[in-house]
């Protein structure tokens, strides 16, 4: 288990968002001191404006990766941040100076639509290859489209489409790949031009919402299979186990609020099954008669033992045993937010699992708006750090005082023997006192590489 050795983080970067914010700011790349031995622990030491308004920054990856190590060429020096509303892409030389990013390229959002027919970018993976891979929600007009473009791993140009041939899915979000079992699997979250604006219960049963696990062919990068994982499931974040050999891992579906986990099978395609459900809660004073928990991002530690994830609507985070990843065990839970706390404007009146409505959430005195969203584990899988903005739009739609209070960053404490999560109270990095106001922080990167970013072959 010696990939647990790694350094502890000292420092992360966050990119944060002014879009729906009502401020007329560029979004920015924060790096925050999170060393607890640092004068500057739990401050924005720096930060990254981007040049233009607008781009909804929302993930990052790396331009180099572990499926790199080989070659000792290779520097993890740039930082791959394409925006999810505007197409452009950014590229940020970290090499240079650690704690102060600067900006070293632009990939203009016409050569995405030009070049590949592609538009909103989201997930970006680096290949053994040295090319940089973006997976795509659509095309350039809105329609859903799941494709991938390729830049060059040295000068970032856009090189084209990865995926060959005539048939591509429906929709894109999310992608893993696995060369030792010559797939790559990516996700559907829905149709941009209809989740652009908000979340409409109208689009619900209408096949605007994904649905598919995608499975492609690794060497030929042709589309073979689907998997239905049920309707308006909204598969999203999908992870691998670590363990290359492993032909198998776990995949959270938002709007059900399960997780399937999605296997090789005897006949060398690949299925998925129902693990964990998160059971809806009825309810009284919010959009819907029932609320699900809303799954919105999934990890799995280094050691390939646990699998966390957050409920961004009911507010909790939970951590799983998946020592056997058919059954997993929940051994861990904490409410940090969401939509169903004492006091707000929501009223259970059946839930399944709880005896009464959570806590509110404070922490050194603020009140936590807006529920656990992204989150990113430490390599040792002690230290748990969470954010609370998922998308501005649906931020402003169902937490209004998320983009005028600003998100924040907390960190859980876990117990990694028996499995157990708390929240540590004395760490706490608040968006809402930013220099030019408040504002939307996502998701969390290590320099030189996390639990999300790393795919080893």
């Excluded at 919402?209 to 299979?225: E, F, K, P, S």
């Amino acid at each position: 288990v010696s990939v647990l050795k790694g350094p502890r983080e000292e420092i992360v970067y966050v990119p944060c968002i002014y879009r729906n914010t009502g401020r007329k700011k560029p979004d920015f790349l924060a790096t925050v001191d999170v060393n607890p031995k640092s004068p500057h622990y739990c401050q924005v030491i720096h930060r990254l404006a981007m040049p233009n308004l607008g781009d909804e920054l929302h993930h990052s990856g790396w331009n180099a990766c572990s499926s790199c190590f080989g070659d000792a060429t290779k520097k993890r020096n740039r930082l791959i941040l394409p925006s999810l509303i505007s197409s452009r892409i950014y590229v940020v030389d970290v090499g240079t100076d650690l704690r102060a990013p600067r900006l070293f390229k632009v990939v203009n959002p016409e050569d995405v639509f030009w070049k590949c027919n592609l538009g909103y970018p989201h997930t970006s993976h680096c290949l053994g290859s040295g090319e940089i891979m973006i997976s795509t929600l659509g095309d350039p007009a809105g329609s859903g489209k799941g494709g991938f473009i390729l830049l060059d791993g040295e000068t970032f140009e856009i090189k084209g489409n990865w995926e060959k041939g005539d048939k591509v899915p429906p929709m894109g979000y999310d992608f893993w790949y696995q060369p030792r079992h010559n797939v790559l699997i990516s996700t559907e979250w829905g149709i941009p031009k209809c989740l652009g604006y908000g979340f409409d219960p109208n689009d619900l049963k209408k096949g605007r919402y994904g649905r598919r696990l995608n499975v492609w062919d690794w060497t030929t990068h042709t589309y073979v299979q689907a998997i239905d994982v049920g309707e308006d499931a909204a598969p999203l974040e999908i992870r691998f186990l670590h363990n290359p050999d492993a032909a198998e891992g776990f995949v959270g579906c938002t709007i059900s609020s399960a997780i399937h986990r999605f296997y090789k099978t005897e006949r060398g395609d690949w299925a998925a099954e129902k693990v964990i459900q998160v059971p809806s809660k009825k309810v009284e004073g919010w959009l819907l008669p029932e609320m699900p928990g809303f799954i919105t991002d999934i990890l799995i530690s280094l050691d390939d033992r646990f699998l966390y994830f957050s409920n961004w609507w009911h507010g909790d985070i939970r951590q799983y045993d998946i020592s056997n990843t058919r059954q997993p065990k929940l051994v861990g839970q904490v409410f940090v937010g969401g939509s169903i706390a004492k006091g707000g404007p929501v009223t259970v009146c059946g839930d399944e699992e709880l005896q009464s409505q959570p806590d509110p959430f404070f922490i050194k005195g603020k009140r936590v708006p807006g529920g656990p969203q992204m989150i990113q584990l430490s390599l040792d899988g002690k230290r748990l750090y969470v954010t609370t903005s998922l998308y501005s739009a649906w931020d402003r739609q169902f937490y209004p005082d998320l983009p005028r209070d600003g998100s924040v960053m907390l960190q859980l404490d876990v117990d990694t023997e028996q499995g157990g999560l708390t929240a540590n109270r004395s760490f706490l990095v608040d968006f809402g006192k930013e220099p030019d106001g408040p504002c939307l922080a996502h998701e969390i990167r290590y320099p030189g590489g996390d639990c999300t970013s790393d795919i080893w072959v």
